[in-house]
């Protein structure tokens, strides 16, 4: 089995999505009419963090050919 | 059912979550999120948030997914794993799917969950109208006010993206 570098991408990019919803709810609901740009300045900065987590990956690849997670083996104890 | 549409939506959209944090291979993986993402805009649709709701849809599916999933077909594997074809990616998935089945089926019945804390049955994220909304949407005029009182937010986050930019030439270019 094996586990893919990208896979903790996407599970970040699932938790950025589920605060930008829980944030967007309790907005709306308390009618806190100023702070409605905080989910849209979250989710400017949950793209900033994908592109360089994507770079990384990219690297990544370029080096190993996969960006299996088994092959940042460098650091051994 | 309409008035339960939020409470079906939600489900839908934990059961996208499960989907891709079970780790299929990753195309598949986007895919979850995809229908999460899509799911999670008709939720904050029917709380009123037209704006966010179509940002979630422009900015995150069309924008970041698209970058997931070329990034994506280029780093995949010759056989890429579906959620049936591995025993582990399965009982992950299998296991979210009854966490959720249970939590629901005490939802239903109870009315009332309390776990870490309390899911007070179906009809509890209603909005609460208090006094005149006038003829605009409220959410549009506070969004809308990120250029007026928030001009030290708009130029921060310019500014961040700007070096993210650069940032990810200089990884990129390598040597």
Redesign the interface.
């Known amino acids: ?4 570098l ?2 903790s ?3 970040l ?2 938790m950025m ?2 605060l ?2 829980m944030a ?2 309790t ?3 308390s ?7 905080m ?3 979250l ?6 963090e ?3 987590g ?6 990544v ?2 080096t190993y050919g ?2 299996y997670v088994q092959n940042l083996n460098l650091l051994q104890c | 059912m309409m008035t339960y549409i939020v409470f079906i939506l939600s489900i839908i ?1 934990v059961l996208g ?1 499960v989907g ?2 079970s ?1 299929p ?2 195309i598949y ?2 895919l979850g ?1 995809i229908v ?2 899509g799911v ?1 805009c008709g ?2 649709l029917n ?3 037209s704006f ?2 179509l ?2 849809f422009l ?2 599916l069309g ?2 997914m698209v ?2 999933g070329y ?2 077909a ?2 995949t ?1 010759q056989y890429p794993e579906i959620w049936v074809s ?1 025993k ?1 990616v399965l009982g992950a998935f299998v296991t979210g799917l009854l966490m959720e089945i249970v939590m629901v089926y005490y939802v239903l019945k109870d009315e009332e969950v309390e776990i870490v804390f309390q899911f007070n049955g179906l009809g509890d ?1 209603v ?2 109208d ?1 006094g005149d909304s006038g003829f605009f949407s ?2 549009a ?3 809308a ?2 250029y007026s ?2 001009t030290w ?1 708009v130029i921060v ?1 310019g500014w ?2 700007l070096i ?1 930019v650069v ?2 030439m200089e ?2 270019r ?1 040597n």
């Open positions: 089995y094996r586990s893919h990208m896979s991408l996407l599970c990019e699932g999505l589920s930008f919803v967007s709810l907005i709306l609901n009618h806190f009419t100023l702070a409605s740009m989910p849209i300045i989710l400017v900065f949950a793209a900033c994908a592109a360089l994507l770079s990384l990956l990219v690297k690849s370029n996969t960006d | 959209f979550f891709f944090s780790k291979s990753p993986g986007g999120l999460s993402g999670g939720i904050v709380f009123g948030g966010l709701g940002m979630v900015i995150y924008g970041m970058v997931f990034t994506t280029m780093a594997e591995n582990t994220w909005i609460y208090t409220e959410e005029m506070g969004i006010a990120l009182y928030g937010l986050t961040s993206l993210g940032v990810i990884i990129t390598g």
